[in-house]
């Protein structure tokens, strides 16, 4: 499931003379900022989905989360490329399923407390956003009347436990074995066996679909960051320890300092989840041979019209505000990606939208000169180059190794 949040981004900003530099003795204003960027909040709710936080809809999210039946192959599943050994992401570049992927999948741990999924945001939902891989070629490559056969056949007792009575699926003149829109392919026999249906069947099994995705969310909203480093530091310094009992070696420290100072990693890198869940345009050079992905301009139009979203028929909102106030014409969307959470930041590399930096070291040295000119668009303003010393950079890449905490049990 490919997307999942979002650009390794906003080390960069104008240097602040006035910012103090003196870890370990913090002014007022940086314990503040060092208290806005620590400790694991809330769970916030998921008002699109009723059964988000029901204890069985996450067991049963968490078996179809793992069931290699949904996939065009038999091989193929959430876990493939949202790896439990990595922090739930992808430690390929190119995330790959029945194919190879034109972006890398990133981390679930945190995403929890994102308004948009997906690179560029195409999906405002952690359950629509577990939909799309399932339908697409390169990665699942099923489709929803194969998924409503299949949850019929292995998982109808818990489905129905949790959202009452499946269609009378064995009817399989009213429910072909496959199908589904498919409008790019509208020869294809799955979208053929799609428009054959009556609406309210088509309406039956897009809600079997949404379900299942849902209880796919339940079990990912228990995928929760753990407690690092700087949390640690973060509460000892609030409980009056100037030391930060210790949890930070002098270099993190360093590093911490830089990062809400100098380096400017906190105006994009912010609050609990250090992300402030938009969407950036870092002036990313185009690869050689590749087309040029239009990110944000072409994710937030497709989320307002995605069948699935916060408005849709198959939301459990009363309120859609983040939709209602998008803009989809705005400028700065082109070439645009979602900035992604730092929290386990160094166990989860490649990064970038495709992978395109292996290391921690590879990030901070492009944000270091900033080469080039945006091919589309422009560079994000705040954005420019850190110019720092090797010392700082390697303090700086301490600190985000004090973002890790233990994976999700």
Request: charged fraction near 20%; proline fraction near 10%; aromatic fraction near 8%.
């Amino acid at each position: 499931m490919i997307g999942i949040i979002a650009v390794l981004l906003a080390c960069g900003s104008a240097p602040d003379p006035s910012t103090p530099q003196q870890p370990g003795g913090w002014s007022p204003a940086e314990r503040a900022l060092i208290a806005s960027i620590a400790g694991v909040p809330e769970l916030p709710p998921s008002p699109t989905n009723r059964v988000a936080d029901d204890p069985d809809a996450a067991t049963l999210g968490s078996d179809l989360f793992f069931d290699v039946r949904l996939s065009g192959n038999g091989e193929v599943s959430c876990a493939t490329c949202h790896d439990p050994g990595h922090y739930f992401a992808d430690p390929k570049p190119l995330s790959e399923g029945l194919g190879q992927t034109t972006r890398h999948a990133p981390t679930i741990v945190g995403a929890q407390w994102a308004a948009w999924l997906f690179w560029d945001g195409r999906a405002d939902s952690l359950w629509s956003q577990a939909q799309g891989p399932l339908e697409s070629a390169a990665e699942h490559g099923t489709n929803r009347l194969e998924i409503a056969h299949l949850v019929a056949t292995h998982y109808r007792d818990r489905y129905e436990a949790l959202f009452g009575p499946l269609p009378p699926l064995e009817d399989r003149a009213r429910f072909p074995v496959e199908g589904r829109p498919d409008p790019g392919f509208i020869n294809g026999p799955d979208h053929k066996a799609w428009i054959a249906m009556t609406e309210a069947d088509q309406d039956a099994v897009n809600r079997v679909f949404a379900n299942v995705a849902k209880a796919i969310e339940a079990f990912e909203r228990t995928l929760l960051p753990g407690e690092n480093a700087l949390d640690r530091y973060a509460a000892a310094l609030q409980a009056g320890d100037p030391t930060g009992g210790g949890h930070l070696t002098d270099a993190q420290e360093r590093g911490l300092s830089l990062f809400i100072g100098d380096a400017g990693c906190i105006n994009c890198h912010n609050g609990p989840m250090l992300t402030d869940d938009a969407f950036h345009n870092l002036g990313l050079p185009i690869p050689e041979g590749k087309a040029p992905d239009m990110g944000r301009a072409v994710g937030a139009r497709l989320v307002l019209d995605a069948p699935f979203n916060c408005q849709s028929a198959y939301s459990d909102a009363e309120d859609c505000p983040e939709l209602r106030y998008l803009n989809p014409d705005f400028p700065d969307f082109i070439t645009a990606f979602k900035t992604p959470t730092l929290r386990n930041v160094a166990e989860t590399a490649p990064y970038m939208h495709d992978g395109r930096f292996a290391a921690l070291t590879d990030v901070l040295a492009f944000y270091q000169v900033l080469p080039g000119k945006p091919a589309f668009g422009h560079r994000e303003l705040t954005l420019e180059p850190l110019r720092l010393s090797q010392a700082d950079l390697d303090a700086l890449e301490a600190f985000l190794g004090a973002l890790t905490g233990p994976p999700p049990s």
